[in-house]
C-alpha cells in the first residue's frame, strides 16, 4: 500500500503542475460522454486504453462484461448514466482472453460464479452451431467473446431504461468493441441497433405500467 499512497501523490503533483485548479473542476460535477461497461480484467485500464481522462467516461465493470437484468448494480449504473448523466454513446467492451468466457465454455464448476457464468453459456447456447464449425479452439474462443459482446449490447436494448430513452428520443448510440491485448487495439463489432428491432414486438415496452391479478 505504501507503493499506492506514493503514486498517488506522485499523480496528484503532476496533475497540478498541469492545471492548478484541476481538482476543484473535477469537484464541481461530472459531465461524462459515455457509459463504459467494460470486464474486471486488470490488464484492461479503461482510461488508457481509450484516452480519456476523469471526468470523461462513466464505468461498470464485472465478470465478463455482462449485461444481465437480475443485476441491480449494473441497472442502478445504466439508469444513472442515461437518465441524469444523459451520456450519448454506452459502450459494452469485452476482450480477447477473457477467462470467464473461457470458464464458462468449459465444463468445470467453479463455485459461486456458476450462476453468473450461465449467464455466458446461453450464449454458446443461441449460436452453438457457429462455434461448433470452428475447428481450431483459440479462433472458437475468440469468436465466443465477440457473440458475447454482441449479446450483451443487445440485452442493452432489452431494457426499459434503453427503451423508455427511446421513446423519449434521447437513447445514446450502444456500441460493441472487442479489446486485443496483444496489440492494444479497440475493434468496433459494428452492432446496429437495428439489428434487434425485429425483435420490438416482443421486447417493446409502451411506457404505460401495467397490473396482472
Known sequence: MEKIFANNKKWV??????DGDFFM????????????????????????????????IFVHRNIANMVVHSDINMLSVLQYAVEVLKVKDVIVCGHYGCGGVAAAACNKQFGLMDNWLRNIKDVIRLHEQELMDIKDEEQRQRRLV???????????????????????????????????IRDGL?????????????????????GKVTTTT
Open 13 to 18: 503533483a503532476n496533475k497540478l503542475a498541469e
Open 25 to 56: 473542476k473535477l469537484a464541481n460535477g461530472q459531465k461524462p460522454r459515455y457509459l463504459y461497461i467494460g470486464c474486471s480484467d486488470s490488464r484492461v485500464p479503461v482510461n488508457e486504453i481509450t484516452g480519456t481522462g476523469p471526468g470523461e
Open 146 to 180: 465477440e457473440l458475447n459482446i454482441i449479446e450483451q449490447v443487445h440485452n442493452l436494448s432489452k431494457t426499459s431504461i434503453i427503451q423508455n430513452a427511446r421513446i423519449s428520443k434521447e437513447a445514446p448510440r450502444l456500441w460493441g468493441l472487442v479489446y486485443d
Open 186 to 206: 479497440l475493434r468496433d463489432l459494428k452492432v446496429a441497433a437495428k439489428d434487434f428491432q425485429q425483435y420490438d414486438h416482443i421486447y417493446c415496452v409502451t
